[in-house]
């Protein structure tokens, strides 16, 4: 799903026969402990469902997952990404705690891998202290196993080969590769939110930072289009079924722009904005009430764009007195399209989409104030406004696996 380089792994000449994962922050969490490691490992089973593997062994500070020689690694390793939760994954090998059988093990299941490389570094470590050999030992025999048997020399700060072992108590893993996880919290540990989620390339973000602090997410889109499935299938549905592979599960919520459009004549060109954001706020805050969700995140920036200034942004916030969480509130536009890249939301949002913002004027006050937005929104009756605009809401469900389909009969 995200290009990250699990290639790396065509080159072993074995089957890795399970997979060591390490736990983010969870070791933090003290009495909560068990709840986030039970969590964490009910995320897990509910992404690899797909994908036959052996199961989850719990280890003091991660799982191994156990795979058959007939799963498929690179499908469950580009999964593994996506699991709040996990801090870094390893293929390995289960071997016994007997130096000789890993020297070897190691010589055998890493072949090309030592055909490809010149400088090497064994990293030992030892979970069971008690193990008869200090880790700095068994570096140095399995170290001397290898550069016997192979052209490599030893290079501790610039290996091109890693050589890692780690003692466990009743058994020995070995592997070569370590792969980045998603980092932060499991999902369904922090509470439920609603993401206010736009096509652009900032709320998407937003919706993976914040459940990567272990919240559950819904998404509320206002679309411009003529149906909700004319904006499921122009970008949303890929959108979100792409941020539903970091969640758990969640709803969707669809509402069209039109309600607003039709009244925004009444406003100056220059304040639409910040009022249709209002308008957004006032049915986040309603759905929020009606769904049991702690709060509103949203993809705004400091500064980004004249709404996202310190005085738009309050006005934008005040029709709620719920949080509204603004994870990226202080990430320049690079920061954010570097982590959309890495976490793959990036080439879905440049794709073409018909925004909102083609309702608004470009160029929006930069200051207002929230008692300048009431007086403006008593040239309109808001209440039918809002009902209008909800009683065309579309609610979608999605787990782990994206978006339910549109029931037959949606308007087309
Ligand atoms: P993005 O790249 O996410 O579109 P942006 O920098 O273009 O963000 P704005 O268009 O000003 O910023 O939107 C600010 C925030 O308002 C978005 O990050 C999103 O949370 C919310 N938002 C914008 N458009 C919509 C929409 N059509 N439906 C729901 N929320 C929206
Ligand atoms: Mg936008």
Redesign the pocket.
Known sequence: MIDKNFDLTSDYNSNPDTILIRFGELYLKKGNRPLFIEQLKKNIVARLAKFEHGGLQKLRNGFLLNLYPQSNLKAILNHLQTVSGIAWFAPAWKLPRNLETISDAALKAGASLIEKSKKFAVCCSRADKEFSKKSVQCNTEIGAVIDEATDLTVDLEEPDLEVHVRILHKQALLFFHKFDGFRGLPVETSGSVLT???G????PV?ALRILSRGCRTDF???YNYSSPRAALENKIRELVNHLAGFGTRGKLYLVPDLPFELVSRKFPDNFKMVLF?RH?TRLADKICRQNNLGAIV???SLG??A??TLENLTTISAPTKRPVLRPLIGMDKEEIINYARSWGSYDISIDDYK???SILARHPRTKTSAAEASKLEKNIELDVLDNEALSQLTTLSYDVNGLEPLPAGEKA
């Open positions: 206010l989620l736009s652009g390339i900032d709320s937003a509320l889109h206002f954001r957004v949203t993809g705004e980004q764009v709404s996202q925004d909102c913002c």
